[in-house]
């Protein structure tokens, strides 16, 4: 099966910026939708952003302006470049295809995002 390896996590202050990557193991951004999701402690992991195979883009709320999902095909990568960063983004970063609005992969390790001061 397809391996993620998701990179890029850090301590940032409020208001700073990040750009998390996903590196898949197999060219599956031309079949799948690709999501990045998040779970923050006590709390259920949750789809922030997805991009399909076309290219058309999604954010829940309160993400969207701050956030920007993108892929780059070639290489077999994934990205969420994340700007104004607030407290509350603070979370386990993951990728993965998505179907029907559900993950169908093997999660890997994630990314560590603190934001802080």
């Known amino acids: 099966q397809v391996q993620l390896v998701e990179s890029g996590g850090d301590l940032v202050q409020p208001g700073g910026s990040l750009r998390l990557s996903c590196a898949a193991s197999?060219?599956?951004?031309?079949?799948?939708?690709m999501g990045w999701y998040r779970q923050a402690p006590g709390r259920q992991r949750e789809l922030v952003a997805f991009?399909?195979?076309?290219?058309?883009?999604n954010y829940v709320d309160s993400v969207k302006g701050r956030f920007t999902i993108s892929t780059d095909n070639a290489k077999n990568s994934l990205y969420l470049q994340m700007s104004s960063l607030k407290p509350e983004d603070t979370a386990v970063y993951y990728c993965?295809?998505?179907?029907?609005?559900?993950?169908?992969?093997?999660w890997g390790q994630g990314t560590q995002v603190t934001v802080s001061s």
């Open positions: 197999g060219s599956i951004f031309s079949f799948y939708a």
């Open positions: 991009i399909t195979s076309i290219g058309t883009t």
């Open positions: 993965n295809a998505v179907v029907y609005g559900r993950p169908v992969l093997d």
